[in-house]
């Protein structure tokens, strides 16, 4: 037997080499989508609610889920992993949202931000967006960037806004937006 100092590191370093090749050998269809249906059916309900959302040429006609008679491969398409705009991590959890120009017409009333815990970027910059900003947004604790620029949003920036600690770009220029910046937004925390 070798040395007990040897033994251990020689040990991980084949256990990582097993786990890599099993990561190259497995299909892509095989590894579970940890991206919750609950996250997929909370963006369809509030694609329901925009005003040109059925229509084909629309960048959401992606964001559909299979038949609930659905296996296998069909089953994993439940994840929004596979939608427009919607990017994931290697874990298939939802991490960001790009809808840029995409010719969005409604409101953020029933945007699901209590669903999407994880998002770090959301980027709707050239729609038509219109209605308040939700003060719901201040439940993305993991945001880092923030565009809802070049759309109709009206009312006031809500203060919740401030209380995103990792958010590092906000973007709100060309909106309806009035009343002054909150104070809690730009405060070290």
């Known amino acids: 037997m070798g040395s007990p ?26 590894i579970p989508a940890f991206a919750s249906t609950l996250e997929a059916q909370a963006l369809l309900k509030w694609k329901s609610t925009l005003q040109n959302q059925n229509q084909s040429t629309s ?15 069909n089953a994993t398409a439940a994840s929004p992993c596979g939608w427009c705009g919607i990017s994931c991590n290697l874990a298939r959890s939802m991490m ?18 209590s669903s999407l815990p994880y998002l770090t970027y959301i980027d709707m910059y050239i729609n038509e967006l219109f209605g308040g900003i939700p003060p719901q947004d201040g439940l993305l604790t993991n945001l880092t960037y923030l565009d809802l620029s070049f759309n109709q949003l009206s009312g006031n920036i809500p203060r919740e806004i401030g209380y995103l600690t990792k958010l590092e770009v906000l973007h709100l220029i060309s909106n309806e937006l009035n009343g002054s910046i909150p104070d809690e937004i730009g405060m070290q925390r």
Do not use: C, K, M, Y
């Open 59 to 73: 960048s959401l006609s992606t964001w559909t889920l299979p038949p609930q008679n659905a296996t296998g491969s």
């Open 5 to 30: 100092e040897l033994e251990t590191p020689v040990h991980l370093l084949a256990s990582f080499a097993i786990f890599t090749v099993l990561l190259a050998i497995i299909p892509q269809g095989a």
């Open 96 to 113: 960001g949202i790009n809808l840029t120009g995409s010719n969005i017409r409604g409101t953020l009333d029933e945007f699901p931000f």
